[in-house]
Each structure stands twice: as C-alpha cells, then as structure tokens.
C-alpha cells in the first residue's frame, strides 16, 4: 500500500493549537498554511507559518467556521492535508466530508465516526447498546422546553445540560431547580448554535463529586487501536478545565485497564482512525461512566506526550498518510508523571469572566527539562472578544507527581502577564494548596476551596507601596553605578543639591491610590538592578521582579504581578464607567439579546440584557430592584468593557 503524500499543511485554526501543530509539521518538513480572520492578520501563529490565507471577517461565522473559504485555502497554497486543531470545525462531520470530496485529507477521523460520536445523544445510544455505564439522562431528538422538563422531573434535579455536538464547555448549564430551566436551557441553546453551528441539546444526571477520567485512544487506518494512559481533568471552572494531569493520581493498574478497554471498545465500534478521547465520570467508589468522545485531539495532549515521550502530532501525521501505529499496546511507556495548567485572559474575582486588551507585557518561563509551554500569543498582540481566552499551556513533567507540581509552580512564578487580567495568581493558588498537594481531585474542587483559591482582594500594605515608589523612580532613568549597593550615586531618587529632599508620589494600583513619601537623603536598602528590585533587610536580601513598560510598572509582590501606575492629581480628570444606576458591560462584546424595555418594572435578579463574549453568553443582572430608565444598546451592537448598558432606576421606598 503506497502512502498519501503530506508535503504541505494547512492548519485550520488559530491561537496555541496551530503553533504547536505546525511546530511539529515543520521539524518533519512539512510546509505550513496558516488562516487567518481579518482581525489576526498578525496573530502568531500567522507569523509562524510559511504561507498564510486571509479568510476575511471577524466572528469566527465570517472566517474560521467557513468551509468553502478552508477548502479554498487549501487549494490556493497546494496544501494537502488540513488539521483542524480542537474548536471550531475540529468536530464537524460536514467539513471532514467536504475535505475528502476536494481530494484532501482530513487529519481527524472518518466522517462516520464524527457522526457517531460528535453527537453526545448519538454517542450515549451507541455506548448503551455496547454496555457501557452510562448517567441518567435524555439524549432524544425532541429539544422543546416541555420534553426536557419532564426529562429533568424523572431524573430529578440538579441536572446538567449540555451541547450534543460541542465541548469545552460551551453550551453547558447546571440547573438546580425547575423555575430556571427554561432560561438556561434557551442560554444554552443560543451558545451552542454560536459555538458549533448547532443548537441539540441533551440533559443527564448533575452527579456530585466526581473526577473527570479521560483515556487518550489512538488508531490508525490498518485495524490497529490502543490507549494512550489516561489523563485526571477534574480541576474545572464553568465546567472547562483548567488543569489536567498524568497519569490519574491514585488509579490503580487494574482500572487503568478497564477503562483503557472500554475506550478502545468504544473507537473500534465506530472504525475510528487517529487521534481520540473517550471521557469518563469516575465516582468515589471506582465507578466509572461515560460522558462523551472527543473526536479530535484534546488541549490537554502535551500531559500524555510528557509521560510517554510521544509526538502526538506526528502520529496524526504519519497515521493519515496510511502508516501503522509504531508499538502495540503492551509497548505504551508511563514514565513519570506532568500536570498542565491553562493559562487565561479572564478575571477569577469577577466569575471568571473573559477579558480583553492588548498584551503590554508578556513573559514566558524558561524552557528546559520538564519544562514545556504551548502559547499562541507574544508581548503587543490583542486578545480580542470574539475567540477563546486561553493564552497557552504551562506543562511541568517529574519523576513523580510532587516534583512536577513543584516545577510548574516555579514556571507559573517566571511568567508574567500585564495589560490584561489573568488567571495567573489563581493557577498558582490552586497548585500550592495543600488539598492539590494531597491529591484531593473531583469536579468540585475549585468550589469547594473557593475561601482560598478566591480570596477577597485586601488592602495593600504599606510596604508594598513604598517598594513600589522606589522601583518606580529608580527606574526613570539609567543606573549610574552597580559595584556599591549603599552608594548614593548608584540611586536614581531624584536628589537635588539645595532642593526638597523629599518626592511625594501619587500611585494607583488595584482600585487603590496611595501618596508615598520618598527621602532622598536617607540611606536606603532597596535598589533596582535591572528588572530585580533588591530589598536588604536585617542582613536578609530579598528580590522582587519589577518591570517597567511604558507608564506601568509591574511589580511582583506577595506571589502576584501587581500593575502600577503613577497618578498626576492634578492633570488627572476622573473617568466613570457608569453613571448613577448604570448598569454596565464586564467586557468586549456583541449584545445578543435585550429582555426589557424602558419604563419596565424589574425584580432584582432579573435578566436585562445578555452579553456574548469569546463564545459564552453573559446576563447583565438587575442588582435591585426598580424601574428600566432607559436602554443604551441594541441586538447585534458591539460594545466595549464599562460601556453603560441599561439605567435602573431604584424604586423608592
């Protein structure tokens, strides 16, 4: 059997996934097609490429969900093959089909087995007829409101809805009573039909405490399946992961086996080829379930290539030319154990809502061994409304699981992030807290911990300040000497011969203002050298990384890169994002939909307007009670962070 020739690669997707796989394509050789929106014309991973196509518009309906625009692509750079990543078409049985009718190939599997397990409802039949376990729920065809009402009655609440051709969260809602079932479910609907061009939804069981298992299968075109080790995903908010680990803490080799089989069972059912996840519920007493098969490769993949030394990239490569997997399942290593965590742009004191802005700093951890990062981005990109918030992927490797985790912490400590909010400070709480350290994993975790993992943000001390005023002026101008630490002329404090020996500074961080009185006279134990604030006390030298870009300073303090900026008090106007009984955008966004009018009597609670923001859809809420003033957006509108949607007027007692 001669091989298909795979000389050129077109990666239909943007952000970290498509600089990985063209990373691996082009130490094989390969040439690399990147697409890109109007928008990411100069997006990293366009950078990174060989050839680039502009697909046009923005939202991903006008650019990365376009098939016709991809084949077409493909075509125009004499592209061979195209890897849809994970989002987007990655799951779309239409797209796989419409590559194989232009002569291309697809590096995904067959359309047939995209059908059977792209659809959770279609996925869940097929593995209930194979006797695999599955939750209680409903998978049918009838998607009105009443059908799943009755479906949640019998299953009995809280219930769980979710996209039946989606993932990553998108479309999923956990309903605790009735009287909101309704409402999520059109939420849901509308996400989904947004996220996947497709609106089904199904609804199980909410089952409480489980860890979420996943088997990593892979097979090729010659008959040949095997399982891959499995992967812990259970660290979760708004049902998206956020950090996954290999192998599973605590599973033992007996039930590795078992669901390993039971996912290979599962991908020869369907006559899957190349790369798969199958998903499972495990619960407390070693019960396993199945949720659903993800018929692409998964974010998380770098874990499993860490613990096996495998490229699964490569494999997708070679198995779509027609090669045969290289070792059999007896053969598969487990070497050690690597724990990845997503690095964000959202705001974990705000919900975790996404957020937008341009990147003014940007600093990866080194590399080295055990040390890897998938990013897509680079110091000035935009991190625009209308894609996933995730930046990249830090991934630490150990011989066992406590050295891993204690690596990836220290990676999480070297990178720096500004301009945008992060989940960076977040990531590293849920590292270091002992229940993490303890291996103490299910769905519930992050909930669970919130009182630690989401502390109320306090008041800074006064220490911090004046570290912060000192860094901010000797990094005004060139250190003039470095060989004495107390020298004066090694200071750049603004001392003046005959003038006032002391500057007071107006600094602004974190909501807060604070004037800070230098002495210029005085000797001081604190002197930036380079981007390391060094900070000598009772014979202890302590170091801060403090970077300077533009008009802030970046200040890393108290296990958080703090952003600071300098306050003129008098030139300063003050600026509003909302005025009395304004309610207001959390971010960038397009409004999908506006439920009142003005002059409309509101509860508080009551849903007003509904925001959509990076795929996931947001109510702007009535925080009391009262009357709808007056309305200052419309369905389909764009609008930018602090932009006053709705004013309430409060109703007078």
Sequence with gaps: MSLKPID????????????????????????????????????????????????????????????DALIAAAKASGAQAIHPGYGFLSENAGFARAIEAAGLIFLGPPASAIDAMGSKSAAKALMEA????????????????ETFRAASNAIGYPVLLK???????????????????????????????????????????????PRHVEIQVFADSHGNCLYLNERDCSIQRRHQKVVEEAPAPGLLAELRCAMGEAAVKAAQAIGYVGAGTVEFLLDERGDFFFMEMNTRLQVEHPVTELITGLDLVAWQIRVARGEVLPISQDQVPLIGHAIEVRLYAEDPDNDFLPATGT???????????????DSGVSEGDEVSPFYDPMLGKLIAWGENREEARLRLLAMLKETCVGGVRTNLAFLTRVLAHPAFANAELDTGFIPRHEAQLLPPV?????????????????????????????????????LRLGLPAETDLHLSCQGERQVV??????????????????????????????????????????????????????????????????????????????????????????ALVVLEAMKMEHSIRAAHAGTVKALYCNEGEMVSEGAVLVELEEISA
């Design 517 to 606: 009185r230098l002495r210029h006279a005085s000797a001081s134990t604190v002197q930036l050298q380079g981007e390391v604030l060094q900070v000598e006390r009772d014979g202890l030298r302590q170091q801060h990384l403090a970077i300077r870009r533009g008009d802030t300073l970046y200040l890393h303090y108290a296990g958080e890169l703090r952003s600071i900026q300098r306050v003129d008090p008098i030139a300063e106007v003050e600026a509003s994002h909302q005025h009395h009984g304004g309610l207001t955008a959390p971010m960038n966004g397009s409004i999908v939909r506006v439920l009142v009018e003005a002059g409309q009597p509101v509860e508080a609670g009551t």
């Design 8 to 67: 050129t690669l077109l990666v239909a997707n943007r952000g970290e996934i498509a600089c990985r796989v063209m990373r691996t394509a082009q130490a094989m050789g390969i040439q690399t097609v990147a697409v890109h929106s109007a928008i990411d014309a100069n997006a990293r991973h366009v950078r990174e490429a060989d050839l680039a196509v502009n697909l046009g518009g923005a939202k991903p309906a006008d650019s990365y969900l376009r098939i």
């Design 458 to 494: 306090s008041e800074l001390p006064a220490e911090f300040w004046q570290l912060a005023a000192e860094a901010f002026v000797q990094s005004e101008a060139p250190q003039q000497r470095h060989d004495d630490f107390h020298s004066p002329w090694s200071r750049n404090n603004g």
């Design 130 to 145: 194979a006797g695999v376990p599955l939750v209680p729920g409903y998978h049918g065809e009838a998607q009105d409101v």
């Design 359 to 373: 990147l003014a700093l940007y600093r990866e951890a080194a590399a080295g061994p055990g040390r890897r990062v």
């Design 163 to 209: 996209a039946a051709a989606g993932g990553g969260g998108k479309g999923m809602k956990v309903v605790e009573r009735e009287s909101e079932l309704a409402e999520a479910l059109a939420s849901a609907q509308r996400e989904a039909q947004s996220s996947f061009g497709d609106s089904r939804m199904l609804v199980e069981k909410y089952v409480l405490k």
